[in-house]
């Protein structure tokens, strides 16, 4: 069975500074995707940045970016220049690369950004 | 651009009630979910649809039944309501293209059962 794993319930950064958030998680599949989705107050999901397994390269968004480690099945994102707008629950999410894709996720970090 | 819909965005139901959550895309989109979120644990996958009339369980399924007569509306039915059924639930949406892996998601909708 397909587990993913957020171990930091709760994180708190200063506003500008970076944080990292980690996942793992654990798979038998070779190919498929990894997803960072955050949730705001409002409790929309908003994908964040998306990353496929058989891409070395790790994906950017702007401020957002990831460290994909797929032999350690790791899949942390990095949040630089911290803004006030980035406090939220994130969700780490790995999904299938062909079919229904049906997606499994972390329980979630909760993400505070101190001004 | 209506996206996914759900409807209502809030419900109270006493036990043993039942009740039908919508969900609406107008995406034209093959594949759409249902998904519970309870605090700690994340969202977890209750049915799922490939297509209009093809429908599968998840990974917690019991306690609800879907249908998919239409490419645009993936109902989700609770027959007998319970409290453990309390949550946030949301509805999904994807493109089966290649290439397209972003799931669209409904705003949600809280139940609470007492």
């Known amino acids: 069975a397909q587990t993913v794993t957020q171990s930091q319930p709760e994180m708190s950064v200063q506003e500008a500074e970076t944080v990292t958030l980690s996942c793992t998680y654990d798979?038998?599949?070779?190919?498929?995707?990894l997803f960072w989705y955050k949730q705001p107050p409002s409790r929309q999901m908003i994908l964040v940045i998306r990353?496929?397994?058989?891409?070395?390269q790790n994906a950017t968004e702007n401020r957002f970016s990831v460290n994909f480690q797929k032999a350690a099945k790791s899949f942390s994102l990095k949040i630089s220049d911290s803004q006030l707008g980035d406090a939220a629950m994130y969700f780490c999410?790995?999904?299938?690369?062909?079919?229904?894709?049906?997606?499994?996720f972390g329980q979630g970090t909760r993400l505070t950004i101190n001004p | 651009n209506a996206g996914v819909t759900q409807t209502p965005k809030f419900q109270v139901l006493k036990t043993g009630q039942s009740m039908t959550l919508q969900c609406a895309q107008d995406?034209?989109?093959?594949?759409m979910s249902w998904y519970r979120q309870d605090p700690g644990m994340g969202l977890r996958l209750i049915h799922y649809?490939?297509?209009?009339?093809?429908?599968d369980q998840g990974e917690v399924p019991n306690g609800y039944n879907v249908s998919r007569s239409t490419t645009e509306d993936f109902p989700l039915r609770l027959l007998s309501a319970a409290p453990s059924q309390t949550s946030v639930y949301f509805c999904?949406?994807?493109?089966?293209?290649?290439?397209?892996?972003?799931?669209?998601f409904g705003q949600g909708t809280r139940l609470t059962v007492v």
């Open positions: 995406m034209n989109h093959e594949y």
């Open positions: 999904a949406s994807r493109s089966s293209g290649t290439g397209n892996t972003e799931a669209f």
């Open positions: 990353q496929e397994a058989y891409k070395q």
């Open positions: 999410a790995q999904g299938q690369f062909q079919g229904a894709q049906k997606l499994v």
């Open positions: 649809s490939v297509g209009a009339g093809i429908t």
């Open positions: 798979t038998s599949e070779s190919d498929y995707y």
